[in-house]
């Protein structure tokens, strides 16, 4: 654990990790820990398939919807801003 090492001024992250990627799901595990040691916000979300390298596509697969959730903690952070329609003309 020593070699995880997490500034005080490390930013909030949020992490997604599929369980059968080749890289283990420990050092997503450990950078949650170093995170939760550092007071540093963290959101750690593990998904039982999608291998390594998913990235930004859509399928059926329930990994590819990391994104729905990374916004939905993006939002709670403040790191969003609200944004309503105008009225036309405005």
């Excluded at 059968?20 to 750690?44: G, M, T, W, Y």
């Amino acid at each position: 654990r020593e070699h995880v090492q997490v500034p005080k001024d490390a930013p909030p992250m949020f992490l997604v990790h599929a369980w059968d990627d080749r890289v283990s799901v420990q050092n997503s595990l450990l950078l949650a820990s170093a995170l939760k040691q550092a007071k540093i916000p963290a959101e750690v979300h593990f998904f039982a398939t999608g291998g390594h390298g998913y990235g930004l596509r859509r399928t059926d697969a329930a990994v590819t919807r990391w994104t729905d959730r990374a916004g939905e903690w993006m939002a709670e952070q403040g790191f969003l801003q609200s944004h309503s329609p105008s009225a036309p003309g405005q």
